[in-house]
């Protein structure tokens, strides 16, 4: 089974037609009804939401606006520090607002003038197939809810924090976009469940866990690194290994914990070179043959 599913809670759509997100006993807003309420309103905003119509408004409270604030500035201190120039050039493109959560519809009004990406509500796990393939559109699958107030710079699930400060500012980027459009070009055009599984492992390695050198250190332009207020400190020491396609549609991953092994690119073009390339060009034969010529 492909581990991303354990990354997001379970969602059960109830004989009324409500929505309940089904959080586990270890998330920090387990035992808060009034979060729970919200989470289950989040979700039911994009189960009933139809593409090309306007994002429906997410309601928060002020404690998780100032959550955003908190997890906003401090991350823009780490970024400084630890993110690509790309990306730093992305986030200042987009000018998100700092104070206060944006909503999905503001991200999207942002991005589409840049990029031409959109956003799109979703309440938890985007099938595989769906989440990919949508990309090469041009739109970008999202959670709209916000971590527990309790524990501010942890989540244990992919929180609007992650989807719009870690992918949004990538995807104003030009270049970063145009990867993220490969990546969706490629879901569409393979057929297997093992070929799809490894385009999302290349993307997992890459969009959401990449690092590269830049100006002789190791700079971060992964979604899930530079949302991570721990991981962005840790991902130097981790085990860097070559950039190698194969190698990454192969390897096995933990999302429970920080990511200890990591691929590194020389530069943005050897990026675009080496995953742009694979993506632009495999099939399910080239990556059956990767897979066979791993093991
Ligand atoms: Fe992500």
Known sequence: MFEEAQYFA???????GSVVVELAASHPGFADPVYRARRNAIAGLAVNHRRGTPIPVAEYTEQEHEVWALVTRELAVKHRAYATAEYLAGAERLGLPRARIPQLQEVSELLEPLTGFRYLPAAGLVPLRDFYGVLADGYFHS?????????PFYTPEPDVVHEVI??????????????????????????????????????????????MREGGELRAYGAGIL????????????DIRPLDVAAM???????TKYQDVLFAADSLRHLEDVVGGFWATCDDDSIAKLVADAS
């Open 10 to 16: 379970p969602i059960a759509t109830q004989d009324d």
């Open 143 to 151: 959670t709209q809810y916000i971590r527990h107030h309790s524990v």
């Open 166 to 211: 870690g992918h949004a500012n990538a995807l104003a980027h030009d270049r970063y976009a145009a990867l993220y459009r490969l990546a969706g070009e490629a879901a569409r055009r393979v057929e297997g469940e093992e070929a799809l599984e490894f385009i999302s492992k290349v993307f997992w390695f890459t969009l959401e866990f990449g690092v």
């Open 227 to 238: 949302s991570s207020y721990g991981e962005i400190e840790e991902f130097r020491g981790m």
């Open 249 to 255: 549609g192969t390897t096995h991953y933990d999302i």
